[in-house]
C-alpha cells in the first residue's frame, strides 16, 4: 500500500534530506519512525501526503504514483490519509464538534453523514463528554485526541503521525499510543515519527531508522536502538 522505491530528495543542491530510500509498508502495519533531528522523517511523512515531492525515485500510495499523479487527483489521495501533528494544528475558538465536522465538510459530506459520523469518532477518542468544550479550553492529551478524530473522520486508511506525544506528559502519552494501537487493530495502517525511545521500547512494533537521509534500520517487532 505504501511503496517508496529509490527515492531521493534534496532540497537544494546542497541538502539531501533523503538518499536511496527502499521501503514497502502493509497495509495495517504500525510503523515507528526513528531517528536524530534533521534526520529525514519529516521528509519520508511529506512524500506520502504530497506535500512534497522526490527528487528522484517513485512513491506508490494505495496505487496511485504520487509523483505522476495528476494535481486533481490530490485530494482524493489526501483524503485516503489521516494526519496528526505534535501541535495539533486545531481550529481554536472552535467545539470540539466543529473540529471534527469541519474536516467532513470540506469534502462536503451531508449533514446527515456528519451527524451520524462525528459522534461515532468522538465515542471512539474517548471526548464525547467534551463535544461543545472550545478547544482552547481542552488539556493537551484531549487536543491530540480531537486531532486524531479529526484526522480519521473521512475513513482513512493510512493514519500518519508526526511526533504527537511530543507535547504530552509520559502517562498522557500513554493514552494516546492506546488509541492509535486500537485505531491499528481496526485495520487502519499507522506510520508515527518520534523521539520517545520509551514508547518504542514498549509498542515493539516495526521500527525503521533514518539517519542523514539513509534508512539504516528496519526491523520487525524492534525497539529504539542505538543511535551509530
Ligand atoms: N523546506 C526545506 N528547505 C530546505 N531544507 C529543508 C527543508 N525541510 C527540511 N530541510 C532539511 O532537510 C533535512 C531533513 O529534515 P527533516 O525535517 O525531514 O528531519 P526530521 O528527521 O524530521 O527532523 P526533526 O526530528 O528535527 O523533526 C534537514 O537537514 C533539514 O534542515
Known sequence: M???????KFYDKNVEA????????DKGEFVFLVGPSGAGKSTFIKLLYREVLPSSGKVMINGWNVTEMKKRHIPKLRRSIGIVFQDYHLLTGRSVYENVAFAMRVVEASNKEIRERVPKLLDMVGL???KNQEIDKLSGGEKQRAAIARALVNQPSIL?????????????S???MDLLKKINVQGTTVIMATHDREI?????KRVIRI??????????????????
Open 200 to 204: 518504542v521500547d514498549r509498542m515493539q
Open 160 to 172: 500518519i503521525t508526526d511526533e504527537p506525544t511530543g507535547n504530552l506528559d509520559p502517562e498522557t
Open 2 to 8: 505504501i511503496e517508496l522505491s529509490n527515492v531521493n
Open 18 to 25: 533523503l538518499k536511496e530510500v527502499n521501503v514497502k509498508i
Open 174 to 176: 500513554d493514552e494516546i
Open 128 to 130: 464525547s463528554h467534551r
Open 211 to 228: 539517519d542523514q537521509g539513509k534508512v539504516v534500520r528496519d526491523m520487525a517487532r524492534s525497539g529504539y536502538g542505538y543511535e551509530v
